[in-house]
Structures are given as structure tokens and as C-alpha cells.
């Protein structure tokens, strides 16, 4: 069964460096998402990201934070200068075979990845 | 704000008993639902979902219910299975409102043997 993968699973850093999460989202997906979640709370949407854009992004998601898709498989979410509280779990979520447009319901249901526990000391 | 949350935070079940999880949101824009579970240390798993031009849809051991008029959904599991036990979201999606998702804060359900 397809399934989108995030590495690293567990990702340690120093306040003030740089991080890049990696996620191979499920091969025919158009639509790409990050998340959030702070041990404990909910997930908290951070991107959208289709047709080599970004479609859609939340107040979290400031000057800090990036996204790229620099190949045909990988979609990446950099943090320039890494805080304390961006300490969480970041999943990344795709949606959206080829072919479907518009608000086609399959569109709609966003598969996640298993998460990048990221910890920042 | 708009808002997505949860009725209960944890809801102990036996097994073999039916589980019920309940829902309130507020975007009354929102017109697509979905239910996610996650277990610990995972990312959430697609259960079910279910548009607001419905009232009702069942998957397998699964039925998820909206009530429109009071912005309420429910979560329904027949014969609740210690593989069960997680932490469930509801999470709502409008169409043209930046195709994300707004996630509730999650109910832990606990299935007792």
C-alpha cells in the first residue's frame, strides 16, 4: 500500500541551527502538507503546497520556515534558525492522484506520514 | 476563531462494546469531514469521512454521523477491539478555504479487556 515516509524519524539540534525535514509523499499525490503537533495538543496545519507553490500557509509558518520540492519525489520543510518552541512532531501529509480536479472528494483525504520528532536544545 | 473540538478527552470502552466519540465544530463553511486515528508514536491514519451533503456513512465497523444543524459529528465503532485504542481526531475542510485541515483536539479511547 503506498504510504508517504518522513526522515529523519527523531531529528536533535541546537537553538539557532538549521534543520530540513524530508518527505517522499505517495507517487501520484499533487497536493503536499506539513503539520504540527506539540506533545500533547493537536495538529496544527502549517502548508499547503501544489503545482510548485505554496497554496495556502498558517500564522506559524513565518519568514523561518520553507518548503521545497526539488525533485520529482521529495518535499522538504527547512527551519532557518531553529526556536525551542519548535520543539514537536512535524508530519507531512499528500493528497490528490493525477487526473482528478477541482474539489473532487479523493482530493480531500490527506495521508500522513509516520512524523519528524524534532527536538531542539 | 473557528474552531474543531472534542466532547469528551478520554473515553474507556470494554471490548466487545460499542464506542461513540463525538465531535463539535463551529465553521459552519466547513462542507468535508474526516476521522483520523493515531496511535502512539504515529502519524494520524485515515479512518472515514464524510461530506456535508450527507448525513450518514458507514465503514467497515464504522459509521460516521453529522448533524449539520448543530455542527456535531460522531464517531461510531462496533465491537471495540483492543487494536482500537488510540487517540481519534475529528478534522474539518472547506472548499476554497486553503485546502487544509483543522483538527479538533483529540479523544483517547481506552479499550479495556
Known amino acids: 500500500e503506498p504510504e508517504v515516509t518522513q526522515t529523519p524519524s527523531h531529528q536533535v539540534t541546537q537553538m539557532g541551527q538549521e534543520v530540513i525535514l524530508r518527505c517522499v509523499p505517495i507517487?501520484?499525490?499533487?497536493?503536499f502538507y506539513w503539520y504540527r503537533q506539540i506533545l500533547g495538543q493537536k495538529v496544527e496545519f502549517l502548508v499547503s503546497f501544489y503545482n510548485n507553490e505554496i497554496s495556502e500557509k498558517s500564522e506559524i509558518f513565518d519568514d523561518q520556515f520553507s518548503v521545497e520540492r526539488p525533485d520529482g519525489s521529495n518535499f522538504t520543510l527547512k527551519i532557518r534558525s531553529t526556536k525551542l518552541e519548535d520543539s514537536a512532531m512535524y508530519f507531512c501529509?499528500?493528497?490528490?492522484?493525477?487526473?482528478?480536479?477541482?474539489?473532487?472528494?479523493?482530493?480531500?483525504?490527506?495521508?500522513f506520514g509516520a512524523g519528524t520528532r524534532l527536538s531542539v536544545l | 476563531g473557528e474552531s474543531v473540538g472534542l466532547h469528551l478527552p478520554t473515553l474507556s470502552v470494554q471490548e466487545g462494546d460499542n464506542s461513540i466519540i463525538n465531535c463539535a465544530y463551529s465553521?459552519?463553511?466547513?462542507?468535508?469531514f474526516i476521522w483520523y486515528k493515531q496511535e502512539s508514536g504515529k502519524g494520524p491514519q485515515f479512518i472515514i469521512d464524510i461530506r456535508s451533503n450527507m448525513d450518514k456513512r458507514q465503514g467497515q465497523r464504522v459509521t460516521v454521523l453529522l448533524n449539520k444543524t448543530v455542527k456535531h459529528l460522531s464517531l461510531q465503532i462496533a465491537a471495540t477491539q483492543p487494536g482500537d485504542s488510540a487517540v481519534y481526531f475529528c478534522a474539518e475542510f472547506e472548499t476554497g478555504g486553503g485546502n487544509k485541515l483543522t483538527f479538533g483536539t483529540g479523544t483517547q479511547l481506552k479499550v479495556e479487556l
Open positions: 465553521n459552519s463553511a466547513s462542507d468535508y
Open positions: 501529509a499528500s493528497s490528490g492522484p493525477s487526473g482528478l480536479a477541482g474539489g473532487s472528494w479523493p482530493k480531500n483525504i490527506q495521508y
Open positions: 507517487s501520484n499525490h499533487l497536493y
